[in-house]
């Protein structure tokens, strides 16, 4: 039986786009047939005049971990480093020493707990990222949890993060070429590629290896770019057309010329700069340079986010951008940075019903309050999978 639902009384819809006033949404078997006609159908829902715009979709997470790292807060207040944590027994080392010794169950119970979270913030879709492994067995123990995961829309990427104790960044590049770029290839685990490409982490020609070559295995590169230095790795995604480029802190408008030339999304993290305390990237220049903007959280045990809507709001009141350029980057051209524009990330007709309904009278309230969760129901692919208890 064909499954139909029709969403009425919508005050203010966001498309992806632009912003719609007074209409409704058709929706057939989980999929969006019309915008603007009221068709026959027993399952009604009454938006009762709230705003209504796509599920945020969350195109860069390390959502997968053991472990926090509130006991780095203290050191942050003070004024020390990412660098300097990391040297202290912080940082990503002390999360893969914990993610290592976690078992998969335990992983993907942990995991799930903070999709929860995302999806009853407003996140239907998310990129998620392995990297806290750094071993054949362990990354691929992360990326079978990651291939696990439901409720919503979830797409695996391999990341090259650190370098393994023990281990120089050439002798794990080799690990990576040689055995983990093929097995995830054969077992079909990852969509993506990515590399942290840093002064202490990866150059621009190890980075472009590992990339490369995971291209050649058919898994898209993306690059951790810029973060605390500017030493070619968002060039480097030109030259390589990487999907995206994510971070950008210190990315010069070179750089971002090229980017824009070569088509790579500039994903922008802005809870990153917000917990470390350092400059915002400038969201404006990139986007007068031509490239087009995403945002994501970046979830990650030194930046522990689930909610879009702060990044929205980060995005306006730290990187001026406005709320309709804001959404859409953290809608639509989010879905662009992970390659599933043609399903979610706007709602058009033939795309996944994946809808808020958020207790907020137009796009601008998302951006202009500050912390509280303004969504009152999550439907996925047609369904509701989250409602607030109002
Ligand atoms: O994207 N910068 C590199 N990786 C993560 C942080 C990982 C961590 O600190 O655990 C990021 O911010
Ligand atoms: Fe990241």
């Not at 030259?239 to 922008?268: F, R």
């Not at 709602?347 to 996944?352: A, C, D, L, Q």
């Amino acid at each position: 039986m064909l499954m139909s639902l029709l969403i009425k009384n919508i005050g203010e819809l966001f498309d992806g786009r632009r912003i719609i006033r007074n209409t409704c949404i058709y929706v057939e078997d989980g999929i969006i047939k019309s915008i603007g006609k009221e068709e026959e159908t027993d399952e009604i829902i009454d938006a009762k005049g709230k705003f209504i715009m796509p599920g945020f979709v969350d195109c860069h997470t390390h959502a997968i971990f053991s472990g926090y790292r509130d006991f780095e807060l203290e050191w942050k207040i003070d004024g020390i480093s990412y660098k300097e944590i990391a040297e202290r027994g912080g940082g990503i080392g002390y999360t893969v020493e914990q993610t290592k010794k976690a078992s998969k169950e335990r992983l993907l119970r942990e995991t799930m707990k903070r999709v929860k979270e995302m999806i009853k913030h407003g996140t239907t879709t998310a990129e998620m990222k392995s990297g806290y492994g750094l071993d054949l067995e362990n990354e691929m123990k992360m990326l079978e949890v990651i291939n696990k995961i439901d409720k919503i829309d979830v797409i695996p990427t391999f990341l090259v993060h650190a370098i393994p104790a023990g281990k120089n960044a050439d002798e794990y590049i080799e690990e990576v070429i040689g055995e983990i770029i093929p097995e995830i290839a054969r077992r079909k685990l990852a969509k993506f590629i990515d590399i942290f490409c840093e002064e202490g982490y990866f150059n621009v020609k190890q980075s472009e290896r590992v990339l490369v070559e995971g291209k050649k295995y058919g898994m898209t590169p993306k690059i951790h770019a810029d973060e605390f230095s500017c030493i070619g790795c968002s060039e480097l995604a030109a030259e390589i057309y990487a999907v995206s480029a994510d971070h950008l802190l210190m990315t010069d408008e070179k750089s971002m010329e090229k980017m824009a030339k070569a088509g790579v999304i500039a994903t922008l993290l802005p809870a990153v700069p917000f917990v470390l305390n350092t400059p915002y990237p400038n969201a404006r220049k990139m986007m007068k340079a031509g490239l087009k903007i995403a945002l994501a959280t970046d979830l990650n045990p030194n930046c522990y986010v689930t909610n879009m809507q702060f990044i929205v709001q980060l995005a306006c009141y730290k990187m001026k951008m406005k709320p309709i350029e804001a959404l859409k980057a953290a809608t639509l051209n989010a879905a662009k940075a992970i390659k599933m524009d043609h399903l979610v990330g706007s709602i058009e007709e033939g795309k996944k019903a994946d809808l808020l309904i958020m207790d907020s009278p137009s796009h601008s309230f998302i951006a202009y309050e500050i912390g509280r969760n303004m969504v009152s129901t999550v439907i996925k692919s047609g369904k509701i999978i989250w409602q607030s208890e109002e």
